[in-house]
């Protein structure tokens, strides 16, 4: 998501690890190439002069801290602008609300409904949709088919094409906590259409409104943000497509518009593809410090009930059984890509063949293991040759398997200890920086 921005800010933070002195030349230049990334990612004009500013005039003329060096400040600053320019951490609530779903035709507000449900669903929580959805031929028995995926409530009526009647009627119908009122969209933002939303607003009395966006939009997703922000205060904002578009800008100049932050992200058509939105991960991961948490919420959400201890993953010392169990959740998580967008590939390694095991070598793993003793499993390294013959026989493979076994065995070690010494270094700047 957002690459071709993510690449243009890394490279101009890059060019400026390269400089021997930070000075007012080596700012500028930062400044400049800062400027041409966002524009070229549809960030509104207005928006990334004033960025700019801000971030020279701090740059040159804040002293950094004690044990900060002058690189290290100014890298903070453009962080910090940049979590600023995405607006703040929107809190979801996990209780008792109703949630009115704004956005035009084909922004996605069908499908993020059903993933905002199993969001809450997944969290504990009763919940049910409403389809107010009159205008879309089809809107109903759509919305209807996710539901029943994610084993929520519905309730809709494709004969009526009074919004106003439906929502009326599912208010009364539905007891669920968490009542999520998906509406119309159209194409164009007509007058009926927003009075429509306003007589909704009104009528669900709902806490929260959220707005749908297409991060494809580029500068009209502003336009849309003020239409809907004047007619009923959107309070936060769900930007779609993310895995779509190399360009997204205009999305974020958009929530800066509506002064509200950004709930989720949606990354992708199915169901599960819902991120909930961190300024500060997007931040660290869209100039490549990487975001672990996010990570780990994924592979806890992959793995469930199963008993792994996510911090394991990143704690370097686990046995080949931890590493079968990752193995099978990283293969659960789904999109390879998304999973290594997420990991801090900046300065470390992390060999794509690590993370990339089909689910038959998965199997053949499992019958090598079998054949393994409780000792050889907790760690793998200390077989000998005849030991490998043995398990080899035994599980009717051949050495070349079992020493393949065991090679990525270590690999996986050793990315996975990286990875930990990229978390903490990462912590530690920020704990510099006082965050
Ligand atoms: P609505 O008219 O706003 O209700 O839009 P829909 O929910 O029907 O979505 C329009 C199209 O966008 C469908 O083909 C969806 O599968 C697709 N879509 C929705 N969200 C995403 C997303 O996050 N990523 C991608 N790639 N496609 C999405």
């Known amino acids: 998501m957002l690459g071709n921005l993510g690449t243009n800010l890394k490279d101009a933070l890059k060019k400026l690890a390269g400089k021997t002195v930070i000075d007012r030349v080596a700012v500028e230049e930062l ?33 950094p801290p004690k044990g900060v060096t002058a690189r290290e400040h100014v890298l903070k600053i453009v962080y910090e602008e940049l979590v600023h320019l995405v607006g703040g951490k929107v809190d979801v609530q996990l209780g008792r609300q109703t949630i009115l779903m704004a956005g035009l035709q084909g922004s996605g507000k069908t499908t993020t409904t059903a993933k905002i449900a199993r969001y809450f669903k997944k969290k504990g929580l009763r919940v049910g949709v409403i389809c107010a959805d009159t205008f879309r031929p089809g809107a109903y028995t759509q919305i209807k088919t996710l539901c029943d995926r994610v084993q929520v409530n519905c309730f809709g009526n494709p004969k009526e094409t009074d919004a106003r009647k439906i929502v009326a009627e599912g208010l009364q119908h539905l007891k669920d906590e968490v009542i999520i009122v998906d509406t119309q969209g159209r194409h164009a933002l007509e007058d ?22 297409d991060a494809a939009l580029g500068q009209q997703a502003r336009e849309q943000a003020r239409r809907f922000h004047e007619a009923v205060q959107i309070d936060g904002v769900i930007i779609t497509k993310m895995d ?24 992708g058509e199915t169901i599960e593809d819902l991120e909930w939105f961190d300024p500060d991960s997007f931040i660290s991961r869209l100039l490549g410090m990487g975001d672990l948490k996010a990570l780990a919420e994924k592979v806890q959400e992959s793995i469930n009930e199963e008993d792994i201890d996510v911090n394991a993953m990143l704690s370097g010392k686990f046995t080949l059984r931890d590493m079968y169990k990752q193995l099978e959740a990283v293969n659960k998580m789904g999109p390879l890509k998304q999973v290594l967008s997420m990991l801090p590939l900046g300065g470390m390694e992390v060999p794509e063949g690590a993370i990339e095991v ?18 050889e499993m907790d760690d793998p390294t200390v077989m000998n040759g005849s030991r490998v013959q043995r398990i080899a026989m035994g599980a009717g493979a051949t050495l070349e398997e079992v020493r393949e076994l065991i090679k990525y065995y270590k690999m996986m070690k050793r990315t996975f200890k990286n990875l930990k010494g990229g978390e903490k270094g ?10």
Request: no cysteine; aromatic share 4%; proline share 0%.
């Open 31 to 63: 400044v400049k190439d800062l400027q041409r990334a966002l524009l070229q990612s549809d960030v509104n004009v207005k928006q990334v002069m004033q960025l700019s500013q801000t971030i020279k005039k701090r740059s040159l003329d804040e002293e």
């Open 192 to 213: 009926e259409l927003i009075q429509e939303i306003i007589d909704l607003n009104e009528m669900t009395h709902a806490t929260h409104r959220w707005l749908v966006l």
């Open 358 to 375: 089909t689910s038959t070598k998965m199997e053949r793993y499992r019958i090598i293991m079998d054949s393994m003793t409780s000792t």
């Open 426 to 435: 990462m912590q530690r700047l920020m704990k510099k920086f006082g965050r």
């Open 244 to 267: 779509g578009t190399a360009k997204g800008g205009g999305a974020l100049s958009a929530v800066a518009e509506t002064g509200a932050g950004i709930v989720f992200v949606g990354a």
